[in-house]
Structure formats: structure tokens, C-alpha cells
């Protein structure tokens, strides 16, 4: 599975759009999907807190 993360840049007169593919573990990190986000957030708080911990687990799928 490839993930893909997207930005768009506006200035007055053009706009671009720029895509690049990613680890799965930096699109956890830096997700706007709410329910990827609160998945995280609850596997880290099962970790005691342990953000980083949370990600590199659901990134190997071992949640």
C-alpha cells in the first residue's frame, strides 16, 4: 500500500500542487484523518503516552 501525502501552495496569480510518497509511519505522523488520529492517540495512551511507540506499532501492524 503506498501513501500519499499532498500540499498545496497558493500564491496571488498560480497555485501548484505537490504529491510525494511517504513511510507509513510519517503518514501516521502527520495524518488529518480523525480516525487514524485517534487511533494513535489511544494506542499511545496505552503506552503511557508513548506517541512515537503508537505509530511505530500500527505501522507493523502490531497494535
Known sequence: MKF????SLTQT?????YATEVSREEYLA????ETEKVEVMRL???????IEQAISRLARGDP
Open 44 to 50: 499511545a495512551d496505552r503506552l503511557g503516552g508513548d
Open 30 to 33: 502527520y495524518t488529518t484523518e
Open 4 to 7: 500519499i501525502v499532498t500540499a
Open 13 to 17: 496569480s498560480s497555485s501548484a500542487v
